[in-house]
């Protein structure tokens, strides 16, 4: 298959089609280095990104019922004439290779949207990695026209950072009945959200889930009110009944009027591209050291002596940084790294 | 409060003093330059670690007891004359600075134990930065005599491979009737685990925890077989009558002669020891690009003129990238890195 040029994947990104958009993001998800400059050049292209997107993370822990969620939400979404885009961060499939987040199949009613775009979390690599690729990919859909981005993922906190880093707006699905335990893990996520939903608020469900979400209410009280002075709200939905997602809409439209009213939008717009240089930069250290430079065969050196026993890790670690970084280590106040 | 000598720490060290042991990972754990030259010392001073302890790594969703598994472990392990320390590594403790695991007193029995050591994770930071310090402090712990070394965690996959990069041995526990979206997060951690314990199999639950281990051994008869020649073990426990903790004990010591026999110990030492010096120079990465070098500041400039829409993002990095580590992008045929 003979590579498609920039200005076709932009014509065809322009008027919407979903197989460029797709096929353009599988350039940007590629490793190789003829793909990558093809990337690069188109999403070069589709800068400045539009400020009348709207980007949506969402997160919770597995079996909180995401999949549905989102199904509900996107349909809606797309009743009211907005094109839903759904990306996915998949931490998990660091080792393993595999993807569970964004199958198709598990948002049926979504998939069948001519104007719903549903995209797997990129496979394998590090998490900086995978970010990296699916902030891209936003900016693709967003050239596509999807003006409602979706950006699922789940996790223990590394990823929600990294999503919390590319949305506007961050919506923490959770359960009714969930141990303390729970709470307590979750509450750096916690300190994230922007809308916190209750989701299986159904049957004998319902009462616990009003219950959880009173007690909730009253736990987002003690946090700090964040930068954009929005109080994060709880609410509860069912997805068998239907239950609470017009309130779901509701407060999203609130939270994106309250946002771009004082300003708030356009600063974490602006977050968003220095995390975004960040990234870029952190990636090609790694490719710097880990790859294919003089610095990376050092390095191997060093590692071959260490598991020798010919010297120790901080020793090889000195050696190397004070012959490639050099003042990096050197400086007698240094603060320890964080 | 004068900082104690270099001699001072390890000779409390070599005697076991406890309270000199927590001092030192104090230390470790410390962002203070003169802290951070004191720990880089004592450090050196604790190496080579010794071959005759084991580190075990411990691994489970919140809610599946965690405290009691290790509480009961860690008793029974001082009963056989081991001297144990726990330590952990919380990456959800990231944002809000807090930290939840480790807590002595969720281990109440242990904790009372003369030959035990308990500490919490350190907090905030990033995932590497935590992951170092707790590196560090293993081989204080070691220093000080504990030859049995606990590494507890919770996460969706960065933080077990981090804890999997400095440990003999990985136990994952589980809980039976977990749905199926949760197996499937598993996946890439059940890849990593030598031991996994299906824990709470007590009245209603001992016949699903029984049904669950079936199927457990049954799923991990498919995965490759791991470098160690080490088939996976399906075990279950109850921390409420105690049964199953013999054969965990026996499972573990299995392990222990098998890796020994095998020289994968060794092996698996050395690993250790390569991912050790990757941290180190990560770390230093980052505070060489966040810290106070020129390259930061050149950073923070860069971030100013993104935020302004004067430059592009991949402009930004492009520049930054070819000033300070010239031939890290220019290469035609550079791999995209992951």
């Known amino acids: 298959m003979t590579n498609p040029s920039v200005d076709d994947i932009l014509a065809g990104l322009r008027r919407g089609d979903r197989a460029v958009l797709a096929r353009a993001i599988t350039l940007v998800e590629s490793t190789r280095p003829e793909h990558r400059r093809l990337a690069e050049a188109i999403v070069e292209q589709c800068l400045p990104a539009p400020s009348s997107t709207f980007r949506l993370g969402i997160s919770g822990v597995p079996g909180v019922g995401k999949s549905t969620f989102i199904d509900e939400l996107g349909v809606r979404l797309i009743g009211m004439d907005r094109r839903v885009a759904v990306l996915a961060i998949d931490p ?58 979706i950006v699922e993922t789940v996790g223990a906190g590394q990823s929600e950072t990294a999503v919390h880093s590319m949305v506007d707006c961050f919506l923490l699905l959770a359960l009714a009945g969930a141990g303390d335990e729970l709470q307590g893990i979750k509450r750096g996520i916690m300190e994230m959200a922007d809308v916190v939903v209750i989701t299986k608020a159904d049957g004998h469900n319902e009462a616990a889930a009003e219950e959880a979400r009173g007690q909730l209410v009253h736990a987002l009280r003690i946090l700090p009110v964040s930068k954009s002075a929005w109080k994060p709200r709880v609410l509860t939905t069912s997805a068998l009944t239907g239950k609470g997602f017009d309130k779901v809409i509701e407060t999203i439209e609130a939270y994106e009027r309250h946002v771009h009213a004082r300003g708030y939008f356009e600063e974490r717009r602006r977050d968003q591209q220095r995390f975004w240089l960040r990234e870029t930069i952190e990636r090609y250290l790694f490719e710097w050291i880990y790859g294919t430079s003089p610095a990376s065969g050092e390095l191997r050196e060093l590692e071959s002596k260490v598991v020798t026993g010919a010297t120790s890790v901080p020793e090889a670690a000195a050696d190397f940084l004070s012959k490639y970084l050099p003042g990096s280590i050197q400086s007698e106040d240094l603060e320890r790294p964080d």
Do not use: Y
């Open 92 to 149: 998990s499939s660091d080792i393993s290779g595999g993807s569970i987040l964004g199958d198709k199949t598990r948002m049926p009613r979504l998939a069948g949207e001519s104007n719903a775009f549903i995209r797997p979390s990129p496979s394998a690599g590090r998490l900086g990695a995978v970010a990296h690729r699916t902030r891209e990919a936003i900016f693709l859909c967003e050239a596509a026209g999807f003006d409602f981005i």
